[in-house]
């Protein structure tokens, strides 16, 4: 049976970057933005459900994500949504890879793991965490974020201190050397777990 770990963090704190250090230790990592990028691509499972209420969002390569934020940001309605059509093609596909890949670590990068209270389908779950001016700084540096789109994504998480407070194990992205150090840690935690179960 695999060891389930629920990655998690608000926007700009480090995940994917942990999320790659797990890979590098040789745990299979679900990523929940990248389910999603497909699910809205050219053919994706989302596709014809977003045309049914936002169809200036969806073209030939699929769902316009820059578009569809603008219609959210215009109608905050269409967010519950747009949710109730996307998180169970997600749940599903995060299912069938837990099911394909038995008898390992397998990380789940999800970025709203708490406000969707999910953490009860993983073993444990690790927060990422950095100083709020070094996580507005990383949002700041992608490409078409603003300043308010960037306040609405906060506003929508959980503060950091909650999600921390829930977590299981803390990972400290300040620096690549705080991340990996803390990775490696959780990493001998679970085998010690594992070896004594």
């Not at 045309?51 to 969002?57: E, L, M, P």
């Not at 390992?104 to 009860?120: G, K, M, R, T, Y």
């Not at 308010?148 to 690549?176: C, E, W």
Request: charged share 20%; aromatic share 6%.
């Amino acid at each position: 049976m695999s060891y389930l770990l629920g990655l998690t963090g608000s926007i700009g704190m480090g995940k994917s970057t942990t999320a790659a250090l797990f890979a590098d230790r040789g745990c299979l990592v679900w990523d929940a933005d990248s389910t999603v990028h497909h699910a809205y691509g050219p053919k994706g499972v989302a596709v014809g459900a977003i045309a049914k209420i936002a169809a200036s969002a969806v073209g030939s390569n699929g769902v316009n994500r820059d578009q569809l934020r603008h219609l959210i940001s215009k109608d905050p309605a269409l967010l519950p949504q747009i949710e109730a059509i996307i998180h169970p093609i997600v749940q599903k596909d995060r299912q069938d890879f837990i099911a394909s890949n038995p008898n390992l670590i397998l990380v789940f990068d999800i970025p709203l793991l708490f406000e969707l209270n999910s953490e009860a389908a993983f073993d444990s779950v690790a927060c990422v965490l950095a100083p709020s001016a070094t996580q507005k700084a990383r949002v700041m540096e992608r490409s078409g974020m603003t300043e308010a789109h960037f306040t609405m994504i906060n506003g929508k998480q959980l503060p950091t201190a909650v999600k921390a407070a829930r977590a299981d194990y803390i990972i400290d992205t300040t620096s690549p050397e705080t991340a990996t150090a803390s990775v490696e840690f959780v990493l001998k935690d679970i085998k010690r777990k594992l070896e004594n179960a």
